[in-house]
C-alpha cells in the first residue's frame, strides 16, 4: 500500500492518470524523472503542478522556486 499523497486537496478534480504518475515519481531514478518532467508537466492544469510540488521536492526546488542550481543527480 502507497503512502497517501501530501497536499491531497490539490487532487481533486485532477485527471487520475497524472495523479498515479506523481505517485510513481517517488520511486522514479533522476534521468526518468526529467523526462516526465518534459513529456507531461507542461499539460498539467496549476492544481496538479501544486500536487507535484507537495509530493517531489526536486520539481519544487528546480521548477517551482526556479532554483538552477539544484538541478544535478
Known sequence: MSKP???ARYADGA????VQ??????DAPFEVALEIYEDVVPHMSPA????LGCNDRFYLLTV????????HP
Open 5 to 7: 499523497l501530501r497536499g
Open 15 to 18: 485527471d487520475p492518470e497524472i
Open 21 to 26: 504518475i506523481i505517485r510513481d515519481l517517488r
Open 48 to 51: 496538479e503542478m501544486a500536487l
Open 64 to 71: 517551482l522556486c526556479n532554483r538552477a542550481d539544484m538541478v
